[in-house]
């Protein structure tokens, strides 16, 4: 059974950095695409970045490019989430999902089949 489970999460001040791992476990992910999402309250599940297991391309939401980095490690079986020049509007529920996919990239959180229970980021002004 596929889990995964994020961490990191907390309180920093903006232009702060934050780092969100995902640890996944219950199968082999080469040939998965995984990402971040987030919610803020009130609002949509949003896609912040991807990542293929195998290759490593990634993508990431224009809200986020530039300042965000996306990564895995296939040691630790981890993907990860740096988030520098953190703004208030960062501010949400961040989630680590996965997907099986060898092409293309998916950003509709509708597509993932497996999702981490959330942490929580906030950025203070």
């Known amino acids: 059974q596929v889990q995964l489970v994020e961490s990191g999460g907390g309180v920093v001040q903006a232009g702060g950095s934050l780092r969100l791992s995902c640890a996944a476990s219950?199968?082999?992910?080469?040939?998965?695409?995984m990402a971040w999402f987030r919610q803020a309250p009130g609002k949509e599940r949003d896609f912040v970045a991807s990542?293929?297991?195998?290759?490593?391309?990634?993508f990431y939401a224009d809200s986020v490019k530039g300042r965000f980095t996306i990564s895995r490690d296939g040691f630790k079986n981890t993907v990860y989430l740096q988030m520098n020049s953190l703004k208030p509007e960062d501010t949400a529920v961040y989630y680590c999902?996965?997907?099986?996919?060898?092409?293309?990239?998916?950003?509709?959180?509708?597509?993932?089949?497996?999702w981490g229970q959330g942490t929580q980021v906030t950025v203070s002004s």
């Open positions: 219950g199968r082999a992910f080469s040939g998965y695409a």
């Open positions: 990542i293929r297991w195998s290759g490593g391309s990634t």
């Open positions: 999902a996965a997907r099986p996919s060898t092409i293309g990239v998916t950003t509709r959180g509708a597509l993932y089949d497996y």
